[in-house]
């Protein structure tokens, strides 16, 4: 069985802090993705990241960076200078490359709120 | 280019009644995934279509059946509705070619059971 979890329920920030989104994956597949997506209010799922299980290399855009620990099993997302419209709901997601191949098992997801 | 569409936006039904969502993928791709999320809750996986066949399901009833046509739409049919359907539901598209392989997520189609 497949599982993600975002440990963090809620995160509230004052624009401009940088903020961490922990993700902890648990998976029987030795290769498979690790996905980032974030949900504003208007409900559609944005793609911001894919990782393959065999790139351990850390990745920035822009403003994000994406930690890979395949030891510890997470994979950990920063938003550095956060902006007002970076709240919205983040969502850690991993689809295991065996049975699992297509299947998205996606984490709770974090709330996070950018105060002005 | 368009993306991910689906139809209609919102729903409201009785219990007990059936009802269908629509879902029209980006251009380009061939593989459509639905998604059931509940308020509060990650997007959980129903099925997958490709080549109008359902090729993976998640841990849903039978009372959830789907269709793929040969322009790759597909259609999520729910039957004998229950409250606890109420959710957005998601359709995702893909393309079976490994260098775009990232889901598209549609907006949604919220349905309400009463």
């Known amino acids: 069985a497949q599982k993600v979890t975002q440990a963090q329920t809620e995160i509230s920030v004052v624009e401009k802090e940088d903020v961490t989104l922990d993700c902890v994956y648990e998976?029987?597949?030795?290769?498979?993705?690790l996905f980032w997506y974030k949900q504003p209010p208007s409900g559609e799922l944005v793609f911001l990241i894919r990782?393959?299980?065999?790139?351990?290399q850390n990745e920035i855009s822009g403003r994000y960076s994406w930690n890979f620990q395949k030891s510890t099993s997470s994979f950990n997302f920063t938003i550095t200078a956060s902006q007002v419209v970076d709240s919205a709901v983040y969502f850690c997601a991993l689809e295991g490359l065996g049975t699992s191949y297509g299947k998205l098992t996606f984490g709770q997801g974090t709330i996070l709120t950018v105060h002005p | 280019d368009a993306g991910v569409t689906q139809s209609p936006t919102h729903l409201i039904k009785t219990r007990g009644q059936q009802v269908t969502l629509r879902c029209s993928p980006k251009s380009g791709h061939d593989t459509v995934s639905w998604y059931q999320q509940a308020l509060g809750q990650g997007p959980q996986f129903i099925f997958q279509y490709y080549e109008e066949e359902e090729r993976q399901r998640g841990n849903f009833p039978d009372r959830f059946s789907g269709h793929q046509f040969p322009n790759y739409s597909s259609e999520l049919n729910v039957n004998a509705l229950l409250l606890g359907d109420s959710a957005l539901y998601l359709c995702?598209?893909?393309?079976?070619?490994?260098?775009?392989?990232?889901?598209?997520f549609g907006p949604g189609t919220r349905l309400t059971v009463t």
């Open positions: 995702a598209s893909s393309s079976t070619g490994l260098a775009n392989y990232e889901q598209y």
């Open positions: 990782r393959n299980s065999f790139d351990e």
């Open positions: 998976t029987r597949d030795t290769t498979y993705y």
